[in-house]
């Protein structure tokens, strides 16, 4: 079965940097999107980031653009997000997506539509 696991969560001052990584097993092929969203208390949830199949595209929403850079390791199924220069409003649960459907996933838009999802894991941001 498909599994997509994200880590690299916790606790960080303002200003601070941390690593999410998200690993993928079960999927037959490399040939997928990957993506970053994330939802915090009381709102829905939202697009952060993603990287195309062959990660030659990849897109940021306006307000991580700058700070937060997505990458992939695809021999090792695992995407990155990179967090820089952290803000009280990115705390949230982010959340990996993996292998949208044709047509569907990564652009700009960020959309929500993949197949696989992991569990979550917490991003907290103090002032």
């Known amino acids: 079965q498909v599994q997509v696991v994200e880590s690299g969560g916790g606790l960080v001052q303002a200003g601070g940097s941390l690593r999410l990584s998200c690993t993928e097993s079960?999927?037959?092929?490399?040939?997928?999107?990957m993506g970053w969203f994330r939802q915090a208390p009381g709102k829905e949830r939202e697009g952060v980031s993603c990287?195309?199949?062959?990660?030659?595209?990849?897109y940021y929403a306006d307000s991580v653009r700058g700070r937060f850079t997505i990458s992939r390791d695809k021999a090792n199924k695992t995407m990155y997000l990179q967090m820089d220069s952290l803000k009280p409003e990115d705390t949230a649960m982010y959340y990996c997506?993996?292998?949208?459907?044709?047509?569907?996933?990564?652009?700009?838009?960020?959309?929500?539509?993949?197949?696989?999802w992991g569990q979550g894991t917490q991003v907290t941001v103090s002032s």
């Open positions: 997506a993996a292998d949208p459907p044709p047509g569907r996933g990564c652009s700009a838009a960020l959309r929500p539509d993949y197949n696989y």
């Open positions: 990287i195309s199949w062959d990660d030659s595209k990849s």
């Open positions: 079960g999927l037959h092929h490399n040939y997928y999107a």
